[in-house]
């Protein structure tokens, strides 16, 4: 158990001041001040995976440089022994922070609005504006307009560049201003099919601020995808890109393998170090290899208070994975066996491009590659070649990334075996009469058809979940079958025990992954195991007077199936 005094783990709080005030555990990514404020360019663009702690590095700007801040605030941390830049910039700007995360509705209308509430919030937190001795009356009322939650289309493409242009009068100085999420409202726009009046939008919004204006001194945004060629940064020549493709500012956006390691040691959980790094680790932003926060943070407020507990999936239930799903839909037999490589933990080579607009992001096999690449399902696995920094050969990052992909292409496989209703209806009633043969030739196709797990970087248990899952799903579209995985019977658990009331049947199915000459041992084994354990207890009580017991070994697209 992790000691009471020990620091909270700030599970989704993105705010640097309360992490810092309410003495959350805070990895110090403060150097990233330093560098930029050394090396900054008039708009710089960062783009990161979702969950690598854009958000909170985003609050941490906004703590340090703007008017009013809390010196306190950093305190111990490393960018407070850089005296000389601290008495230079620290608390010396105006700034606009907003985040449009929220912008992201089913209709433009919704999107448009929730965009005019984001404006309507900076602007209330900036309302001393209407008492500024600096500002004219005229000042004073166009600023009072963007505290009305109808902006129109005008005011709202207006409206951060006139905060600007009031805050550089009040002040007498220029101001930063921060965008978070930038891409999120046209990816939503490009979902629910409103993507050019966004664009229009956005574009409008960000020509007013970021182009010829004369109240800015540098402006940061993040967000997911580096879509330059979008049209909403036409004309404008002062942008500087930063992706997970570059060197600089490549640490600080993920934990890096001493952060985590100091983690672990601080809560007294170190022995999970190998299965942390195996599961969360494997990412390559730039020259460093990083693990991704969220998933580190999440697993440690779990594990430091139960020493029993493996590492599981915290990035996938903030996404749904949709970029793999268009990959498995689209595939050609090239993409597929590809893919079968990734999950095996080899490497293909592919030539990626970061620069993709959302209009191109589906519109071939070969782009969601780079989708893959640029939101973090795929990592590269060595430095790019100087002479075309294009080319990159692609890995999966780690374990619970490979799960993503072990779980969708499993939901895919059964989607694409349910489309032949009557085959499944026959692959199913196989299992009920005990006809073991013919459910081998049927499940061997439905495998052969779709993606094969490789026995390589995959393990053994994924690879009998894989399976196990699989088959589960394809018995499950029987519905008037009560078919459940890994229920307590007997001594242990039956991988899927399956009731058919109407024949007072029931199924007992133990799953093996073996070498390809070993299939049949294995379902040998399988079978004895399910003896042994008494896995048909349940069924019995239940009132089941038919019992079959299925032992099933698979390797590859290969099957073998042996009832008992």
């Known amino acids: 158990m992790c000691p009471s ?82 008495e230079k910039y620290r608390g010396q700007f105006p700034v606009i922070s907003i985040s449009l995360k929220s912008a992201a509705a089913a209709t433009f209308e919704e999107a448009k609005a929730l965009a005019a509430r984001t404006i309507n919030e900076e602007a209330r937190r900036l309302r001393f504006l209407l008492d500024s001795p600096a500002l004219a009356p005229e000042d004073k009322e166009l600023f009072a307009a963007l505290l009305r939650p109808d902006l129109s289309d005008s005011a709202l493409s207006r409206s951060l560049r006139e905060l600007s242009e009031l805050l550089r009068k009040h002040y007498g100085k220029p101001v930063i201003l921060l965008i978070d999420e930038y891409d999120v409202p046209l990816a939503k726009a490009h979902e629910n099919g409103y993507y050019d009046p966004m664009v229009h939008l956005i574009r409008s919004l960000f020509e007013q601020a970021l182009k010829t204006n004369d109240s800015l001194h540098f402006a940061v945004l993040t967000g997911c995808l580096r879509i330059t060629r979008e049209s909403i940064f036409t004309g404008l020549n002062n942008l500087k890109v930063l992706s997970v493709s570059d060197v600089q500012f ?40 990083v693990y991704c926060p969220w998933d580190v943070i999440c697993y440690c407020d779990k594990r430091k208070e139960d020493p029993t ?7 996938s239930n903030t996404s749904s994975n949709e ?24 490497s293909i080579v592919k030539e990626i491009h970061e620069e993709l607009t959302y209009r191109e992001l589906y519109q071939s096999v070969e782009n969601v590659w780079s989708v893959l690449f640029t939101t973090g399902y795929l990592t590269t696995r060595s430095v790019p070649d100087p002479r075309n920094r294009k080319i990159r050969e692609l890995g999966i990052p780690n374990e619970e990334i490979r799960g993503i992909f072990l779980r969708q292409i499993q939901g895919w496989m059964q989607e694409v075996a349910r489309k032949d209703p009557r085959e499944l209806e026959r692959f199913c009633q196989a299992f009920a009469a005990g006809d073991a043969p013919l459910a081998e030739k049927m499940f061997s196709a439905y495998l052969e058809r779709t993606i094969r797990v490789r026995d390589t970087a995959a393990g053994k248990g994924w690879k009998e979940n894989f399976y196990h899952g699989f088959l589960l799903g394809l018995l499950s579209s029987q519905t008037d079958w009560l078919v459940t995985s890994n229920r307590e ?53 239940d009132g089941m007077e038919t019992i079959r017991k299925y032992g099933i070994a698979c390797n590859r697209k290969n099957c073998r199936m042996l009832v008992g």
């Open 323 to 346: 970029v793999i799903r268009r990959l498995l839909e689209m595939s050609t037999a090239a993409a597929r066996n590809e893919m079968e490589k990734l999950i095996a933990g080899e």
């Open 489 to 541: 019977t007997g001594e242990g658990y039956a991988d899927i025990l399956v009731e058919i009331p109407s024949s007072k049947t029931g199924l007992v199915l133990e799953l093996k992954y073996a070498g390809k000459d070993q299939l049949e041992a294995a379902c040998h084994r399988a079978l004895e195991q399910a003896a042994e354990k008494d896995y048909a207890a349940q069924l019995r009580e």
């Open 250 to 289: 490549d640490e600080y956006f993920g934990f890096t393998d001493a952060e985590v390691r100091e983690m672990l040691d601080y809560y007294g959980i170190g022995d999970s170090y190998e299965d942390v790094r195996s599961w969360y680790d494997g990412y390559r932003f730039g020259s460093v290899n």
């Open 309 to 315: 507990l493996f590492p599981e999936s915290y990035w």
């Open 5 to 86: 005094d020990k620091k909270k783990l700030p599970v989704g709080i993105e705010s640097f001041e309360k992490i810092r005030r309410d003495n959350f555990y805070y990895v110090d990514k403060t150097y990233m001040i330093r560098d930029l404020l050394k090396n900054w360019g008039e708009v710089n663009l960062f783009t990161r995976p979702r969950r690598f702690g854009k958000s909170l590095n985003m609050s941490m700007l906004r703590a340090f440089l703007e008017i009013g801040c809390d010196p306190q605030l950093f305190e111990g941390l490393a960018i407070a022994k850089e005296t000389e830049l601290c």
